[in-house]
């Protein structure tokens, strides 16, 4: 069982940046596949940073070149580094894990939120 709880959330004007954590709890942290996804009201939920099959990060267009996703092993914790924030990237961001091959078995946050507004 994993526990994933998420923080760093807050309302920032746009341009600016903040750090979001996710603390996992469980075991095995240095082989669980890490992510991070965001809910807008009234959209679908989707992904801001997804590890690959190879180990790299993966961003959509919207993000590309503003956020940043890291993982420090020996915290159990995963990082979400947004800078050049814009209005459009106010939702609630959710952390995400599941161990390899086992992506049908996700785990999640309860979310943070992020407004984006002057």
């Known amino acids: 069982q994993v526990q994933l709880v998420e923080s760093g959330g807050g309302l920032v004007q746009p341009g600016g940046s903040l750090r979001l954590s996710c603390a996992a709890s469980g075991s095995l942290f240095s082989i669980l596949v890490m992510g991070w996804y965001r809910q807008a009201p009234g959209k679908q939920r989707e992904l801001v940073a997804g590890t690959t099959s190879d180990g790299s990060t993966a961003y959509p267009d919207s993000v590309k070149g503003r956020f940043t996703f890291s993982r420090d092993n020996a915290k159990n914790t995963v990082y979400l580094q947004m800078n050049s924030l814009k209005p459009e990237d106010t939702a609630l961001y959710y952390c995400?894990?599941?161990?390899?091959?086992?992506?049908?078995?996700?785990?999640w946050g309860q979310g943070t939120q992020v407004t984006v507004s002057s």
């Open positions: 995400n894990a599941h161990y390899p091959h086992l992506d049908e078995y996700p785990y």
